[in-house]
């Protein structure tokens, strides 16, 4: 079965950084564009950045730009958010996303999170 299994979430100090990883199997992840959201309390999820299929092309919300790089391994099956100078408005469960789009059919996967705190 799909599975999405998030970690390297915790707590951390404003400035500090963390490496989420979230390994994935039953599925063909080299066909998957993979993303990472988050979820604050009270609050929607988001986007916090994409990767295609191939790790050729990435994107990143404009509040993490600069601080945050995705980064695959398709050899492995895992997908990277390595997050550095991180702030207390970074504080989310964070959640990995993997989607596949064909014709008429749409695959699209989410794992359990994994909690991040920024916090003095």
């Known amino acids: 079965q799909v599975q999405l299994v998030e970690s390297g979430g915790g707590l951390v100090q404003p400035g500090g950084s963390l490496r989420l990883s979230c390994a994935a199997s039953g599925f063909t992840f080299s066909s998957y564009t993979m993303s990472w959201y988050r979820q604050a309390p009270g609050k929607e999820r988001d986007l916090v950045a994409v990767?295609?299929?191939?790790?050729?092309?990435?994107n990143y919300a404009d509040n993490v730009k600069g601080r945050f790089t995705i980064s695959r391994d398709n050899a492995k099956n895992t997908v990277y958010l390595q997050m550095n100078s991180l702030n207390v408005e970074d504080t989310a469960v964070y959640y990995c996303n993997a989607l596949r789009i064909q014709t008429l059919l749409r695959y699209n996967y989410w794992g359990q999170g994994t909690q991040v705190t920024v916090s003095s």
């Open positions: 990767i295609s299929s191939t790790g050729g092309t990435t």
